[in-house]
């Protein structure tokens, strides 16, 4: 990787560096520090941002997880950067090297990462997931569902919304037209990060759920129509508004 775009990851990093935009997380954060010291668990941690703001809330401990090399190197970059204590970034894949059953989390995160793993894996990842949850801990999902406007994940680049739903070989024209390098050993660019979703939506998820005895206990769906006053607290992931709907957030209790 060049020294480009090592800043441009440190720079990415940065800007998720404040909890802020994720209230739902930082609400269960709170809610376990009742605790001597409160694990989280940060599954895809990618650059590491949230792990390192979560590091800064005063029990926490921190350990974030990614399959791409490139991404743990700009975490680690980041956290010596930062002098952060709390928080370890390492590169391993839960399936082929398992963590040791005496790792028991409060909470398990995946920020922007189920959309990216295939439905099969990501189903034995719940599963591993389950078994590191403590008794009352809470796993916590953030993505982006595949009816929504940006799902596809190339946006900025291309700007144009909902380009899921065209036929495939015109959506991977248009992406290849406006391609682009992103950081990443395993995706290194918008074609194979396009690749690389799994079509994910609240749906499958449920379905998912059932089969690894998972409950969801808080759903917040983010749509465009939330942005109307009077529809502030509506949730609408029904159909044809769940077209609408930006982002999901969930969570999960054993
Ligand atoms: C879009 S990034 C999100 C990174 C970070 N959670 C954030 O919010 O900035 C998705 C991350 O998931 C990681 N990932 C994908 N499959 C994975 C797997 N099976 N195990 C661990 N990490 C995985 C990718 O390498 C990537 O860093």
Redesign the pocket.
């Known amino acids: 990787m060049v020294y480009t775009e090592i800043k441009s990851g440190i720079a990415?990093?940065e800007e998720?560096m404040s909890l802020e935009s994720s209230p739902i997380l930082l609400e269960i954060i709170r809610k376990c520090s009742v605790y001597k010291k409160v694990k989280i668990l940060?599954?895809?941690?990618?650059?590491?941002?949230?792990s390192l703001s979560c590091s800064k809330i005063n029990n926490c401990e921190v350990y974030g997880?990614?399959?791409?090399p490139n991404?743990i190197m700009i975490a680690n970059k980041l956290k010596k950067k930062y002098k952060a204590k709390n928080v370890t970034f390492e590169l391993?894949?839960?399936?082929s090297d398992p963590l040791p059953p005496e790792d028991q989390f409060n909470i398990i995160?995946?920020?922007?990462?189920i959309?990216?793993?295939p439905v099969e894996?990501?189903t034995k990842?719940l599963e591993e997931s389950r078994k590191h949850l403590t008794a009352n801990g809470k796993i916590y999902f953030?993505y982006p569902p595949w009816e929504g406007p940006y799902a596809a994940?190339v946006y900025r680049a291309i700007k144009i919304p909902w380009i899921q739903y065209l036929p495939n070989k015109i959506t991977l024209k248009l992406i290849k037209n406006n391609n682009q390098e992103i950081i990443?050993y395993?995706?290194s660019d918008l074609i194979q990060a396009y690749n690389?979703l799994n079509r994910i939506t609240h749906e499958k998820i449920l379905r998912i759920l059932r089969k690894v005895n998972l409950t969801p206990i808080l759903r917040k769906s983010h749509c465009i129509l939330n942005r109307l006053r009077p529809f502030k607290d509506i949730n609408f992931g029904f159909f044809p508004f769940k077209h609408l709907i930006t982002y999901e957030i969930l969570v999960l209790s054993k």
Do not use: K, P, S, T
């Open positions: 990415y990093a998720q940060d599954f895809g941690c990618g650059f590491g941002g949230h997880i990614d399959i791409d991404h391993r894949d839960i399936l995160m995946f920020n922007d990462v959309e990216h793993i894996a990501l990842i953030g994940h990443g395993i995706e690389g």
